[in-house]
């Protein structure tokens, strides 16, 4: 089953970038500028960006980290790690991108500062997500900040239609009432969780903070 999602992928990165564009490269750049403001990324911090795609938000985050710290994106489609590294060459900004799956991240424990995931959650099945959210706790410093976004459900009916076939084509039923609302189960690997609508209304972060090491569970 993995091994047909990731060639979903791969395919899929052909057209990605395009697709973004097309429905509008600049709303989407404003976007990832939202996410990475509210996860107060400063120079000298060490970010990870999981399920990075071809690596927008990685490569945003080391344009402004500008070589002071360190941006990397990791995801487990080689098509869409090409793309994202070729877009480091091009432009020359300093990222690195690992090939991974995120319920097994090849860092060692307190590595980051930092962690991202943008419009991905929602496309990993319940099991990799539980897996997916501990790996990014084991891997934040305590204190680290762990920050999401994805879409609020449409009001179009045709739209929130599609939106909610591809929920279920992703999952099960759980994937719908994570998606409705995140907090709940963020919660339970992070504290102080909060969700904030983004500009323009359309998309939404939630944000938790890497609680104490001797208060959870690192097994
Ligand atoms: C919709 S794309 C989002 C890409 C990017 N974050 C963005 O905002 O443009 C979802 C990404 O998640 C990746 N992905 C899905 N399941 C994954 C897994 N188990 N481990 C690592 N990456 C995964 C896919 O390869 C794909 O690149």
Redesign the pocket.
Known sequence: M?VW??RY?DL??LI?DVI?ALHSRDKSARL?RFLLEKAGLIQGQRLL??????G??ALRAGRLLGGAGLAVG????WG?LKKASQKAWENNVQANFVL????RLPFQNARFDVVT????MY??DPA?RQA?LLEVRRVLVPGGVFIMMEHMEPSNPLIRLLYNIRLASMGSSENKEFARDERPFLSQYFDDVVLEVAPGGRSKIIRGISPPRDSENMS
């Open positions: 993995r999602r990731r992928y899929f990165s990605y973004i990832r960006d999981i399920c990075t795609g071809t927008a938000v990791v995801d487990f489609s869409m991974a799956d995120v319920s995931c943008s419009h991905a496309e990993l990799t997916a």
